[in-house]
């Protein structure tokens, strides 16, 4: 790439935009964080489809009411504490990226900023009641759970970033001298910007409460949250979001520069719920969440390339695409796909960006009309995304096997898709092969 700003192309500049966005420091922190939790959310789909679809097997009645307690409890502790979960998180990341030395108070700055953030009262029916009473002084598993994730998230960020710029205030650290213990020392240190930090978030409280009788939960919730994850995860927003790191994945920068950011805090939100309203026999909220994108377009990886594979396999004339395709196979299966992105190669190789980008695409389309249509269930169940194709449609969907029958003529429409394209690129792949001989054989 060249580096004079008067020379470089289009490409180039979005490239570089596009990987300075990947790099920022708080979209880092956010992906930082969202890797940890991954195990637990992980959990709670399992917990979620053993509840729903393994259990009802083998017990019915109370017996099955107390099996469910299993699933029920890691639920609670998963799910339904993701928004407190996901605050110290991104504390602790957001405090290591800034090579702050006292991450741990982060966290727990984090933490109590978003308790002090949470309503005052709430109002909950009673078991057997349809009848909403208020009721003080407690924590709902609706606030700490995916209402407050995105409150979560940005809590976690302002609060971190107030406490870290307080404590590099020298005049606010208490110093009591090398004879203390250091993890003590530590502690007096960051004390007054601890109080300071908590004390503008209890006093925010305060004015939202007795002002506007409100809460920054429902705040953030009602105008950022529900209007971000309403354009992002629609259809088109989709669509949109996923194509362009698609897209800036055939440049040599992973799509989670800009899905990372922009799309999987909504999708894991809408994962999450769908989860909930499954395992209480609920009506499923979303079509579009985690295990909806994973399962219909990333089918052997980024780009749906296990389709490629079956093209290479299929149709191709060229030896060594041949021996390519038999080494990414393996790892296809589990949706690892960088030896068939950068050995093909598709990074930089227009006639291949095309489906690349095109192939997720319309999977996107075909799964969710498929869904709207009623022809399969809705992803009820949060499923690794290296689980492999056909067994993650039958999972994500708690084993409705149509399904998986969606997704096999979603991968056969794939094949088709990238066929013209492949024999345009091993055409100009020869091309370029005959041109060199000629060169170096004149």
Same mark, same amino acid.
């Given at each position: 790439?060249?580096?004079?700003?008067?020379?470089?192309?289009?490409?180039?500049?979005?490239?570089?935009?596009? =990987?300075?966005?990947?790099?920022?420091?708080?979209?880092?922190?956010?992906?930082?964080?969202?890797?940890?939790?991954?195990?637990?959310?992980?959990?709670?789909?399992?917990?979620?489809?053993?509840?729903?679809?393994?259990? $009802?097997?083998?017990?019915?009645?109370?017996? *099955?009411?107390? =099996?469910?307690?299993?699933?029920?409890?890691?639920?609670?502790?998963?799910?339904?504490? =993701?928004?407190?979960?996901?605050? #110290?998180?991104?504390?602790?990341?957001? %405090?290591?990226?800034?090579?702050?030395?006292?991450?741990?108070?982060?966290?727990?700055?984090?933490?109590?900023?978003?308790?002090?953030?949470?309503?005052?009262?709430?109002?909950?029916?009673?078991?057997?009641?349809?009848?909403?009473?208020?009721?003080?002084?407690?924590?709902?598993?609706?606030?700490?759970?995916?209402?407050?994730?995105?409150?979560?998230?940005?809590? @976690?960020?302002?609060? /971190? !970033?107030?406490?870290?710029?307080? %404590?590099?205030? &020298?005049?606010?650290? *208490?110093?009591?001298?090398?004879?203390? $213990?250091?993890?003590?020392? &530590?502690?007096?240190? /960051?004390?007054?910007?601890?109080?300071?930090?908590?004390?503008?978030?209890?006093?925010?409280?305060?004015?939202?409460?007795?002002?506007?009788?409100?809460?920054?939960?429902?705040?953030?919730?009602?105008?950022?949250?529900?209007?971000? +994850?309403?354009?992002?995860?629609?259809?088109?927003?989709?669509?949109?979001?996923?194509?362009?790191?698609?897209?800036?994945?055939?440049? @040599?920068?992973?799509?989670?520069?800009?899905?990372?950011? *922009?799309?999987?805090?909504?999708?894991?939100?809408?994962?999450?719920?769908?989860?909930?309203?499954?395992?209480?026999?609920? !009506?499923?909220?979303?079509?579009?969440? %985690?295990?909806?994108?994973?399962?219909?377009?990333?089918? @052997?990886?980024? @780009?749906?390339?296990?389709?490629?594979?079956?093209?290479?396999? =299929?149709?191709?004339?060229?030896?060594? %695409?041949?021996?390519?395709?038999?080494?990414? /196979?393996?790892?296809?299966?589990?949706?690892?796909?960088?030896?068939?992105?950068?050995?093909?190669?598709?990074?930089?190789?227009?006639?291949?960006?095309?489906?690349?980008?095109?192939?997720?695409?319309?999977?996107?389309?075909?799964?969710?009309?498929?869904?709207?249509?009623?022809?399969?269930?809705? /992803?009820?169940?949060?499923? #690794?995304?290296?689980?492999?194709?056909?067994?993650?449609?039958?999972?994500?969907?708690?084993?409705?096997? +149509?399904?998986?029958?969606?997704?096999?003529?979603?991968?056969?429409?794939?094949?088709?898709?990238?066929?013209?394209?492949? &024999?345009?690129?091993? +055409?100009?792949?020869?091309?370029?092969?005959?041109?060199?001989?000629?060169?170096?054989?004149?």
């Amino acid at each position: 790439m060249n580096d004079s700003p008067e020379k470089m192309s289009f490409l180039d500049r979005f490239a570089l935009f596009a =990987a300075k966005l990947g790099n920022q420091l708080h979209l880092r922190s956010l992906r930082d964080a969202f890797a940890v939790l991954m195990p637990l959310f992980i959990l709670a789909g399992v917990a979620v489809l053993v509840n729903n679809v393994v259990f $009802p097997w083998f017990f019915e009645g109370d017996t *099955l009411t107390v =099996a469910q307690t299993w699933g029920n409890t890691i639920t609670n502790g998963t799910l339904n504490i =993701a928004g407190l979960l996901i605050a #110290p998180m991104i504390a602790y990341n957001l %405090s290591r990226n800034r090579d702050f030395p006292n991450p741990i108070a982060s966290s727990a700055v984090a933490i109590s900023a978003l308790v002090i953030m949470m309503p005052t009262s709430v109002s909950v029916a009673p078991n057997g009641s349809e009848e909403m009473m208020e009721v003080s002084n407690i924590l709902t598993y609706g606030n700490l759970g995916t209402t407050g994730m995105f409150a979560g998230i940005i809590i @976690g960020l302002i609060a /971190t !970033e107030l406490f870290i710029a307080l %404590s590099g205030v &020298k005049r606010l650290q *208490l110093n009591l001298g090398e004879n203390v $213990p250091p993890q003590v020392g &530590k502690s007096f240190s /960051t004390m007054i910007p601890v109080i300071l930090v908590l004390s503008l978030f209890g006093l925010i409280g305060l004015v939202l409460t007795v002002l506007f009788q409100t809460d920054l939960i429902t705040l953030i919730s009602t105008l950022i949250q529900e209007p971000l +994850r309403a354009v992002n995860t629609s259809l088109l927003g989709t669509i949109l979001i996923y194509s362009t790191g698609n897209f800036l994945f055939t440049l @040599g920068i992973h799509q989670t520069v800009i899905n990372g950011a *922009l799309l999987d805090p909504f999708l894991l939100t809408n994962m999450n719920e769908n989860m909930l309203a499954y395992s209480n026999g609920t !009506e499923i909220p979303h079509i579009i969440n %985690s295990s909806f994108m994973s399962t219909f377009s990333l089918i @052997g990886g980024t @780009g749906s390339t296990i389709t490629l594979l079956i093209a290479i396999f =299929a149709l191709s004339k060229q030896k060594q %695409s041949r021996d390519l395709a038999k080494l990414a /196979t393996a790892p296809g299966l589990f949706n690892i796909n960088e030896p068939i992105i950068f050995g093909y190669p598709i990074v930089f190789n227009l006639p291949m960006m095309i489906p690349f980008v095109l192939v997720p695409a319309v999977s996107i389309v075909v799964a969710y009309f498929a869904t709207t249509l009623g022809f399969m269930d809705r /992803t009820v169940v949060y499923t #690794p995304w290296t689980t492999p194709p056909l067994i993650s449609a039958y999972l994500a969907t708690a084993g409705d096997w +149509r399904a998986v029958i969606v997704q096999i003529l979603i991968i056969v429409m794939g094949v088709f898709i990238y066929i013209p394209f492949m &024999k345009i690129s091993e +055409r100009a792949a020869r091309i370029t092969a005959e041109k060199q001989r000629e060169e170096a054989n004149p």
